[in-house]
């Protein structure tokens, strides 16, 4: 069987960082250490970050940003562990309106022309990401800048 990797952020400063926050206080030690190697296999499947921003100081550190993102992501995977990896960034077509009348059939759609190509389902990681790494979307890659 396959070694997991280590989460970006240890259990004792995740809980320093959520201290009394929900469903992260009420979750077990086991369900957390979980939680964040989930969270840390999300960031690696989904975007593509600096190796200076992955070992900062030669001891395999994450930056501070990454540390919380793979936080936040354990979190939300506590939150729906069922759904969290069907919510990975996907391609899509920028569908921005959908309408469907019934009575007589009718269908209209409207797509964003300057579209990125995905959709990105958890954007507050995205944000805390944005200066250190790049979401992947299938076979597209988009840097992400914060404005």
Same mark, same amino acid.
């Given at each position: 069987?396959?070694?997991?990797a280590e989460p970006y952020i240890t259990l004792a400063d995740a809980n320093d960082y959520f201290g009394i926050k929900e469903p992260w206080f009420s979750a077990t030690t086991d369900e957390n250490n979980n939680a964040l190697i989930q969270g840390r296999v999300y960031i690696d499947? *989904?975007?593509s970050c600096s190796p200076t921003y992955l070992d900062t100081d030669g001891s395999g550190t994450a930056s501070d940003k990454i540390q919380i993102a793979n936080a936040e992501l354990a979190n939300l995977y506590l939150t729906n562990p069922t759904t969290f990896f069907s919510s990975s960034a996907s391609a899509g077509q920028n569908l921005i309106? *959908?309408?469907v009348k019934a009575g007589s059939v009718e269908s209209d759609k409207q797509y964003n022309a300057g579209g990125l190509g995905y959709i990105d389902p958890y954007?507050?990681?995205t944000s805390i990401l944005s200066n250190e790494c790049i979401l992947s979307a299938s076979s597209i890659q988009v840097a992400i800048t914060r404005q």
């Open positions: 069987m396959a070694q997991l499947a *989904n975007y309106r *959908n309408k954007p507050y990681a």
